[in-house]
Nanobody, 118 residues
């Protein structure tokens, strides 16, 4: 059974950097051909894909967030992390880490609420 768990601060000040980590169990983030994504859902809106890190370590980001986003990994801990710079209240959302990319997603974390506010 693959499990993903998000962790990180629930409140971030405007203009700061949001940083969330996903800890994966039941699978290795280096397993061939799997992708590991971050997805968020702002209140009252649909899900928005942020980006992924592939089994190889390569990354790909949403064009609309690319300039502010970085996804990295720690293979020794089986974790991957998203950093979103210069946040505004519009970045307030529930953030999910997910196994998958493109059109296929199979395992999701429970999600973590992040609020951007002073």
């Amino acid at each position: 059974q693959v499990q993903l768990q998000e962790s990180g601060p629930g409140l971030v000040w405007p203009s700061q950097t949001l940083s969330l980590t996903c800890t994966v169990s039941g699978d290795s983030i280096t397993t061939n051909y799997y992708y590991w994504s971050w997805i968020r859902q702002p209140p009252g809106k649909g899900p928005e894909w942020i980006g992924y890190i592939a089994y190889s370590g390569s990354t790909y980001y949403s064009p609309s967030l690319k300039s502010r986003t970085s996804i990295s990994r720690d293979t020794s801990k089986n974790q991957f992390t998203v950093q979103l710079k210069s946040v505004t209240p519009e970045d307030t959302a529930v953030y999910y880490c997910v196994r998958g990319g493109g059109t296929y997603y199979d395992y999701w974390g429970q999600g973590t609420q992040v609020t951007v506010s002073s």
